[in-house]
């Protein structure tokens, strides 16, 4: 169709991050270019053995559709990780909700609660980009509030004043935070959740890479409050089960019934044998702690490598990312864009939001390919 009706977000928001870097590296291998792909957060690490087991297990003879409210056995599994994790104790039938992975929640979330007089939604800057996506498509008005290394990367919530908070909706705190790597201490906390019975908005909780740590361990705002509060988690990372789809939201049972309503309408369901995997992910902690050691240990290779190379690393307390400031001469897509000239590929902060002066460099290959990039960076002249 010529001049097709288009919705106006699609120009409002920038291009999809992975898109965008799947078409240039795509190019750069059909030249015959090796690449070390430090740019997208999606381990290679094979999912462990007992999680593709019990999905293969489960899938069924007969195919029939899953429900939206997901499996009894796996809110009950997401139910108990929370219990164990964050000492929570949430009803797994009315505060517990699946989901087809975080991002899909974070998109269709402010679905829920949209179409009263509050409108805004307040989000750090550099972020997800799927907040804001998910707000715009809603009909709301995000509020980007820009994250420095002087603030710690988070957002004062009554630092914004009266007049933004009394309009706000839902307020987004991502921690450990994506992409700086930086964790909300409890005090921080405590404030947000203080501030979200003041003025009466709610908190979302992006808590996706709560399992990716290495030093003490990131709390859940779940731990300081459940009124006006929905946490989002995921398998993907802390299980490496990125192509299998799966997370959940709990907290509010209020909150928590409005979503359900909602995801029972856009037919999101995950099937039931990608449910009974995740419920086994849920299930159990160990794999969780030999995935993050060997995050941990590409880690020290690399901070290791940029303090040789005078690298200032800032955040990057925890998730599989470092958050790196650029050297001196080069903007992020400057120095993006030479580091891809030697094979290593990089996520420029500004894919972001803002995070001018900064790349992000997700630990996602091989620990033997991390050692073969760092050698390939090492030749680009800081």
């Known amino acids: 169709m010529r001049d097709p009706p288009k919705n106006p977000v699609l120009d409002a928001v920038q291009k999809n991050l992975m898109a965008a870097l799947d078409e240039r590296k795509a190019a750069l291998r059909a030249a015959g270019k090796t690449l070390y792909d430090?740019?997208?957060?999606?381990?290679?690490?094979?999912?462990?053995?007992?999680?593709?087991?019990?999905l293969r297990a489960a899938v069924p003879e007969v195919s029939q559709y899953p429900s939206p409210r997901g499996t009894p056995a796996l809110r009950r599994a997401a139910a108990g990780y929370l219990a164990r994790r964050f000492g929570v104790?949430?009803?797994?039938?009315?505060?517990?909700?699946?989901?087809?992975?975080?991002?899909?929640?974070?998109?269709?979330?402010?679905?829920?609660f949209a179409g009263g007089p509050r409108r805004k939604v307040v989000m750090?800057?550099?972020?997800?980009?799927?907040?804001e996506v998910g707000a715009r498509f809603a009909g709301l008005e995000p509020v980007k509030v820009p994250l420095t290394a002087a603030n710690r990367f988070l957002v004062e919530p009554e630092a914004l004043g009266e007049a933004v908070l009394s309009g706000t909706l839902l307020f987004w705190l991502c921690s450990p935070h994506n992409p700086t790597g930086a964790v909300a201490p409890r005090d921080y906390l405590e404030r947000l959740g203080r501030a979200a019975r003041r003025h009466g908005f709610i908190v979302v909780s992006d808590e996706c890479y709560a399992d990716v740590w290495f030093g003490e361990r990131p709390a859940s705002m779940l731990e300081v409050q459940v009124e006006n509060v929905l946490a989002v988690h995921s398998c993907s990372k802390r299980s490496g089960m990125t192509g299998y789809r799966s997370g959940f939201v709990a907290g509010d049972a209020d909150l928590v019934a409005l979503v359900q309503r909602m995801r029972s309408h856009p037919g999101v369901a995950s099937?039931?044998?990608?449910?009974?995997?995740?419920?086994?992910?849920w299930g159990d902690d160990a794999h969780a702690e030999e995935r993050r050691?060997?995050?941990?240990?590409?880690?020290?290779?690399?901070?290791?490598?940029?303090?040789?190379?005078?690298?200032?690393?800032?955040?990057?307390?925890?998730?599989?990312?470092?958050?790196?400031?650029?050297?001196?001469?080069?903007?992020?897509?400057?120095?993006?864009?030479?580091?891809?000239?030697?094979?290593?590929?990089?996520?420029?902060?500004?894919?972001?939001?803002?995070?001018?002066?900064?790349?992000?460099?997700?630990?996602?290959?091989?620990l033997a390919e991390c050692d073969a990039a760092l050698g390939a960076w090492g030749r680009v002249k800081a």
């Open 38 to 54: 430090f740019g997208l957060g999606d381990p290679k690490e094979p999912t462990p053995p007992f999680l593709r087991e019990a």
């Open 89 to 112: 104790s949430l009803d797994p039938d009315r505060q517990v909700v699946p989901a087809t992975g975080a991002k899909e929640a974070i998109f269709h979330l402010p679905l829920a």
């Open 124 to 131: 750090p800057d550099p972020a997800y980009p799927t907040y």
């Open 271 to 281: 099937p039931d044998f990608v449910s009974a995997a995740a419920a086994a992910a």
């Open 293 to 366: 050691r060997i995050f941990a240990a590409k880690r020290e290779r690399f901070l290791a490598f940029f303090a040789a190379r005078g690298l200032e690393v800032h955040g990057s307390e925890a998730t599989l990312y470092l958050w790196v400031k650029v050297p001196a001469g080069h903007d992020s897509a400057s120095y993006a864009l030479a580091l891809l000239e030697e094979g290593v590929v990089v996520a420029p902060g500004t894919a972001f939001g803002a995070g001018e002066g900064y790349v992000r460099v997700a630990l996602v290959p091989t």
